[in-house]
Nanobody, 123 residues
Framework: QVQLAQSGGGSVQTGESLKLSCAAS????????MAWFRQAPGKEREGVAA???????YYADSVKGRFTIFQDNAQNTVYLQMNSLQPEDTAVYYC?????????????????WGQGTQVTVSS
C-alpha cells in the first residue's frame, strides 16, 4: 500500500506562486506515474500535470507555461511549482500515483491518492 502525504498550498494573490509537495511511501514499481489533480467546487476533478519516472512530463493546456512538475528521487517526492496563479486555479489539489502514464488525465486510472490541499487565489 502506497501512502501519499501532501504539503503546501494556501492563499495567495493573483500572479503569485505556490509549491505543492507529495511524498510517497515505499513504491515497489521501478517506474511510476505521479500526477496532480484539482477539483473546484461543483466541478469534476481534472488532471493538472503528471510525471512518469520512466520519462516524460505532461500538462493540461490551462497550466502549460505556468506550472512545473518535477521530482526529487532522493526523497521520493514530487512537486508542483505553480507560478502566475489565477483565480481560476482555486481548487483542492490532489496528488495521485499509478504505474503507467497512459491517459494520465483520467482520475479513475489512479490507484493511490493524497489527502488534498486547498489552493485559493484571490484577485
Amino acid at each position: 500500500q502506497v501512502q501519499l502525504a501532501q504539503s503546501g498550498g494556501g492563499s495567495v494573490q493573483t500572479g503569485e506562486s505556490l509549491k505543492l509537495s507529495c511524498a510517497a511511501s515505499t513504491y515497489t514499481n521501478r517506474n511510476r506515474c505521479m500526477a496532480w489533480f484539482r477539483q473546484a467546487p461543483g466541478k469534476e476533478r481534472e488532471g493538472v500535470a503528471a510525471l512518469y519516472t520512466g520519462g516524460g512530463t505532461y500538462y493540461a493546456d490551462s497550466v502549460k507555461g505556468r506550472f512545473t512538475i518535477f521530482q526529487d528521487n532522493a526523497q521520493n517526492t514530487v512537486y508542483l511549482q505553480m507560478n502566475s496563479l489565477q483565480p481560476e486555479d482555486t481548487a483542492v489539489y490532489y496528488c495521485a500515483a499509478r504505474s503507467q502514464p497512459a491517459l494520465w488525465w483520467l482520475p479513475d486510472k489512479y490507484d493511490y491518492w493524497g489527502q488534498g490541499t486547498q489552493v485559493t487565489v484571490s484577485s
